[in-house]
């Protein structure tokens, strides 16, 4: 009985899942911000005489047509990738801020007009949001940014209503209008600072949906141009060599569903943790 009581206070403990998500997101960002400027190759450098070679030790993921290392552009990528995706959820929680304050705190004409818009915009599908974007603003890094933002901004715009008007009702908001702080202050000090705890815990959830929205525009051609090493890029480079490389396409789709389950599984771990659930 003491042996298996020893036993069982010694076994080592299993990681939980978001201290698996967690890890994974801080390498990722590791890669992103080191990594490129240790390999000693760049991500453009073409060699005729290695293409479509397999995975092997000197190309660990195997090489593009035109013989470029597809590690060496993954790692590269990887900045580019969740540059554009947080970049891009800033972007949103930022208007999106604006906006459903402007709604919460600007009279009912107000909160009218922009609530039956963002519920227009919340009716289609946030990659057909960005499509319109790319649509009118022409395609390239910054149109995808931008796209991949508005199409972000109804949701957040949304949730900061609702929490803002629920703090607008608490009773050290009443007591703070009491005492004749302004409207200003009143909104920086108080209903700001106490309606962005879920809005940042969606943020983090936003991130990976900003990630994927983004990588399927450059899929498509609509984000950075050749040579530019991005992940949904290098995917579509790969579906035409799925049944001769297929390591040209299979590393860079599996770098981008890695990055964005670890991303979603920290966010619902922090959701759950906020809303007080273990």
Do not use: K
Not at 42 to 71: I, K, N, S, Y
Not at 95 to 124: H, K, N, P, Q, S
């Amino acid at each position: 009985m003491t042996d298996i009581a020893t036993t069982a206070r010694v076994r080592p403990r299993v990681p939980t899942a978001g201290a698996v998500a967690a890890g994974i997101v801080l390498a990722a960002l590791l890669v992103a911000v080191v990594a490129p400027g240790l390999l000693g190759t760049g991500p453009d450098e073409v060699d005729p005489m290695v293409a479509l070679r397999a995975p092997d030790g000197t190309h660990w993921f195997g090489t593009d047509q035109l013989g470029r290392d597809v590690f060496t552009r993954i790692v590269h990528g990887a900045r580019i990738s969740l540059v554009t995706g947080v970049a891009a959820t800033v972007l949103a929680v930022v208007a999106g801020t604006v906006l459903g304050l402007l709604a919460a705190l600007g009279g009912r004409l107000v909160d009218e007009a922009l609530m039956r818009a963002v519920d227009v915009l919340l009716a289609l599908p946030g990659i057909l949001l960005a499509l319109l974007v790319i649509a009118v603003l022409g395609p390239g890094p910054v149109s995808e940014l931008v796209a991949i933002a508005f199409a972000a901004v109804p949701g957040y715009a949304r949730m900061i209503r609702g929490q803002a008007l629920a703090v607008r009702r608490a009773d050290y908001v009443t007591s703070a209008v009491a005492v004749g702080v302004r409207p200003l202050g009143l909104v920086w000090r108080h209903v700001l600072p106490n309606s962005l705890g879920p809005v940042l815990v969606l943020a983090t959830l936003g991130t990976g949906s900003a990630i994927i929205i983004g990588s399927s525009l450059s899929f498509l051609g609509l984000g950075p141009r050749q040579p530019t090493p991005e992940w949904g890029a290098m995917l579509a480079d790969g579906r035409d060599f799925l049944s001769t490389a297929w390591w040209v396409g299979l590393f860079p789709g599996l770098a981008i569903t890695v990055t964005v389950v670890a991303v979603t599984v920290l966010g619902r771990r922090w959701q759950r943790r906020f809303e007080g659930i273990r």
